[in-house]
């Protein structure tokens, strides 16, 4: 089996993914691809490599002498290698089984059918035994089909990663594939497909850290992977675990200020002035306020304290995790009549754009506060240095934003239109509050 190594000529592109190009391969069409992160795009090269080096054309367009990139790359790009297994390659993408005829003594037969033995996989564990080789991967999934009009990823025959995962709002399983651990969630009530992967590419877009998401199908079920981001030894830290673990002044029990799992707004940020841990790390409550604004722009109504968080890596180290859990993206959820009847007027689109939208977060009344108007009035000082900055980075993407309606397939025509309309609305009414905050572009907000 061949092992070579590859460079790659890469790039960052505006919109946060990553451009490559195999320049070894230049006496073919040129290899090229785009990837939704670094590692993304090295697997899509990686398997061009294979399907190039060991396909019909691989005699007819053999790869030229090694190039010397070094003197040819100037910024923006860089250079990566690209390690191409060929073992890696066939146990990964050439697992159709073929047919053998196995010849055995009628008796020796008799005994394996009897203790259900199964020829086919004990010859495999010969062969494999015989040759030296790695026990090869169950199958796989493709991510290089997350891209186009029929972006689906089929990861039925997936292998199980034997991990769990907790959470109410839907059910889940672990899988294993591309060495990283991924979570096939199904959809529920409170949790469709489309809009996890419209949040989480809106973040995307606006330069968020964000959890891999992609739609996938897993047998007749679409739902979504997700990435896990925990490697070895990392412990998630909800902002759940911090608040029930830790007692500001005058307050006997969190749970009398949670509400079927949401919060007091003024409870939360009595956290975040008391807890150590926060007073010392203001990153944490500009998060918070990312979120709190993003959420309003998407409509996610249940960022729960479970659903964003800090990771500890395994030698105590501390970040701020990705952001994950954006499966309440575009809600409510209107009727087909209902999208309808606000496409055409602009008084009820508006009540469900701008003055009934709500989000996790309850008043003193232990009503849903509403996020727009909030933000408007006497909002804390913290909300608007975070607005200063964020609303200028909204404007700029919002031609992607509402790209992401077209582009994500399992959107009606009508489900799109009408998004691209509240999401416009929303924008509007975000560029009034930012006139009325700070005026024009100068203002007085320290950064």
């Known amino acids: ?45 990686f398997k061009k490599i294979g399907d190039f080096l060991l396909g019909k054309d691989a005699k007819k367009y053999p790869p030229s002498d090694p190039v010397e990139v070094s003197l040819m790359i100037s910024s923006p790009y860089t250079v990566i290698l690209i390690d191409f297994d060929e073992l890696k390659y066939q146990q990964q993408y050439c697992s159709k089984a073929v047919t053998k ?6 008796w020796l037969n008799e005994m394996a059918n009897r203790e259900h033995i199964k020829c086919a996989q004990v010859l495999q564990r010969a062969l494999i035994q015989q040759l030296h080789l790695d026990e090869p991967q169950e199958a796989s999934f493709d991510l290089s089909s997350a891209e186009g009009e029929d972006a689906i990823i089929d990861v039925t025959n997936a292998p199980s990663s034997g991990r769990v995962y907790g959470g109410n ?38 330069g968020f850290p964000v959890q891999e998401t992609y739609l996938a199908r897993y047998g007749k079920t679409t739902g979504v992977i997700c990435k896990d981001f925990c490697r070895k030894g990392d412990i998630l830290q909800s902002f759940e675990s911090y608040m029930t673990t830790f007692l500001p002044k005058n307050l006997t029990d969190w749970r009398a200020r949670l509400a079927h799992g949401r919060m007091e707004l003024e409870t939360t940020l009595l956290l975040f002035r008391e807890h150590p841990a926060f007073r010392r790390w203001p990153e944490v409550r500009e998060r918070f306020w990312d979120l709190f604004l993003i959420d309003a722009l998407i409509g996610n109504t249940q960022r729960m304290p479970s659903d964003w968080g800090i990771l500890q890596h395994a ?83 919002m031609d992607d934003m509402t790209g992401l309606l077209d582009d994500i397939p399992a959107f009606t025509n009508l489900e799109r239109q009408f998004y691209r309309e509240v999401l416009r609305w929303r924008v509007s009414f975000l560029g009034e509050t930012y006139a009325e905050f700070f005026g024009g572009e100068d203002s007085d907000v320290e950064a």
């Open 1 to 45: 089996m061949i092992r070579y190594f590859y460079p790659a000529i890469i790039r960052k592109l505006d919109d946060g993914k990553y451009a490559g190009q195999l320049p070894d391969f230049n006496e073919s069409e040129p290899f090229t691809a785009v990837g939704k992160s670094l590692g993304d795009l090295s697997d899509q090269l």
């Open 101 to 106: 005829t196995v010849s055995l003594p009628y």
């Open 169 to 206: 709002d839907t059910q889940k399983l672990g899988l294993r594939t591309h060495g990283a651990n991924w979570i096939f969630k199904f959809p529920s009530k409170d949790h469709r497909a489309a809009a996890e992967v419209f949040g989480a590419e809106v973040y995307d877009i606006l």
């Open 315 to 397: 030698d105590g180290a501390l970040k701020l995790a990705p952001i994950y859990d954006n499966g309440a993206a575009l809600s409510p959820l209107p009727t087909e009549a209902e999208m309808e009847e606000m496409l055409s007027d602009a008084e009820k689109l508006n009540s469900y754009a701008i003055d009934d939208a709500v989000c996790a977060f309850l008043d003193a009344d232990g009503k849903p506060i509403h996020p727009f108007t909030y933000l408007a009035g006497d909002s804390d000082p913290r909300l608007r240095k975070e607005f200063y900055w964020l609303y200028p980075k909204i404007v700029d993407k």
